[in-house]
């Protein structure tokens, strides 16, 4: 149940962050809309095959671009310190993070 928990927090999660990139300039052309709406789902499909496959390795891949998500927000909060809302997800990033790794650890006891 957890797991399912985890995923179902995720995914509404990088809705919430898509959205508020986009406030920020993130839709300003139609080709980076398109991309970002369309490539989730293959995403989506990729990783929900990859973790048939090897649920640890999916898992590993999800940390890694989590790490990544919070290191382009620190980038951006040197830019724009003031954002507020982009601190708070970049926290969100880090506990991400943390909660995957827990995951991880309960497939790999398993």
């Known amino acids: 149940m ?4 985890e995923h179902f927090y995720q995914a509404i999660n990088e809705t919430e962050h898509l959205k508020e990139m986009e406030k920020r300039g993130g839709d300003k052309f139609w080709i980076d809309r398109f991309l970002a709406r369309h490539l989730v789902l293959v995403y989506y499909w990729i990783m929900v095959f990859y973790y ?10 999800n940390i890694k671009i989590e790490e990544h998500a919070f290191n382009t ?3 951006y909060l040197k830019d724009h310190p003031e954002d507020q809302k982009i601190k708070e997800i970049a926290q969100d990033e880090l506990n991400h993070v ?4 827990e ?8």
Do not use: G, H
């Not at 957890?2 to 928990?5: D, T």
């Not at 995951?103 to 398993?110: R, V």
């Open 103 to 110: 995951a991880l650890a309960m497939i790999t006891q398993s």
């Open 52 to 61: 048939f496959c090897s649920p640890r390795n999916a898992y590993d891949v």
């Open 98 to 101: 943390e909660e995957l790794n």
């Open 2 to 5: 957890f797991l399912m928990k």
């Open 73 to 75: 927000y620190t980038k």
